[in-house]
């Protein structure tokens, strides 16, 4: 494989996992100045030529979004002001993926305004990783590579041991019942649901569950953990309900405000995450198990160099070897 015409660099998002990236096509980070200013403009000077290159940015679009969006797409203006060949954004963590949709009168679909926003800067392609919404992959006129974490979900939990019919998938909510199957299909186990009732956003309140987890380990699935208060109050619902023990596992670690706490609190064993956000130091307690992403994006940078199929990524566990 040629890596000659490729180059990898990272916005300040989350550094140590493009370092890894980088690291697994043994190529170095290509040098950048960052700057942001007092009065909160940022600069982007990129220090090494991309004149002909197939370029690859890895930020994803956590916390501070706007800020971190902002920085993408004056990096993207920079590498494209410099002749490189291709850019291709790599987004682990889709900022704004949950606003996909009108669900009432004069509402923005802010998912295809980022899309619209990327494009329009110079972006050829984005790579991105388990998508709130699917159909956010229809929002662009560029090619989207749609990653899943669930492969190396599974994987830890198979070498834990946790299959057959002492386990239990369980999807938080009605929306991730297909992501629950697929989890339930690797561990060949059964799968339950919490039939949940969301007052107003960020606040939820469980109503039934569907499904059996008396005397079984059950395992909750989503594509994000951002307060926590859906998870932990389903993991207090199957424990009353006789659960022997719960782990939850997700791909986008968010952790805003009383997350940690309600972690903390919470009768769960163990918290499965990647390392798509980055985690700072205060939330990185013993419950939280963070897996890193870093084999299944430099694998797809390399499929995607040397024009291989991406999705083969997810048909086999051994496949992120």
């Known amino acids: 494989m040629d890596m000659k015409e490729v180059k990898i660099f990272s916005g300040t998002s989350n550094l140590e996992l493009a370092g890894k990236i980088a690291k697994k096509l043994d190529l170095d980070l290509g040098k950048a100045e960052i700057v942001r200013f007092k009065d909160g403009e940022i600069y982007v000077r990129v ?9 690859f940015v890895i930020q994803p679009t956590s916390g501070p979004v706007n800020e971190n969006l902002m920085e993408l797409l004056i990096f993207i203006d920079a590498l494209k002001r410099a002749s490189a060949k291709t850019i291709n954004i790599l987004m682990p963590y889709y900022g704004y993926a949950r606003q996909e949709r009108k669900s009432s009168p004069r509402e923005p679909i802010t998912a295809k305004l980022v899309a619209n926003l990327l494009t329009t800067a110079g972006a050829n392609r984005v790579v991105t990783m388990d998508l709130h919404a699917d159909q956010i992959q229809g929002f662009y006129d560029i090619p989207v590579d749609h990653l899943q974490a669930l492969p190396l979900l599974a994987k830890y939990f198979i070498n834990k041991g946790f299959r057959g019919d002492e386990t239990v998938v369980v999807s938080p909510d009605i929306g991730g019942v297909k992501r629950a199957r697929k989890l339930a299909e690797w561990l060949d186990c059964k799968i339950a649901i919490i039939d949940k009732r969301r007052p107003k956003p960020n606040l939820s309140e469980v109503m039934n569950l569907i499904g059996d987890v008396e005397g079984k380990r059950a395992i909750f699935i989503d594509d994000m953990i951002d307060t926590a208060g859906t998870i932990t109050n389903g993991v207090e619902a199957i424990m009353k309900r006789g659960a022997k023990e719960a ?10 405000g009383p997350a940690v706490e309600r972690l903390e609190k919470c009768p769960v064993k163990e918290v499965i995450v990647t390392d798509s956000i980055r985690l700072s130091e205060e939330k990185k307690i013993d419950k939280i ?15 995607i160099v040397t024009h291989q199929s991406v999705s083969e990524l997810f048909e086999s566990i051994d496949n992120l070897k």
């Open 247 to 256: 782990y939850i596992c997700c791909s986008h670690a968010i952790l805003s």
């Open 289 to 303: 198990k963070v897996l890193s992403v870093d084999k299944l994006f430099a694998e797809a940078i390399r499929r």
């Open 47 to 55: 220090d090494e030529t991309v004149r002909g290159n197939d370029v």
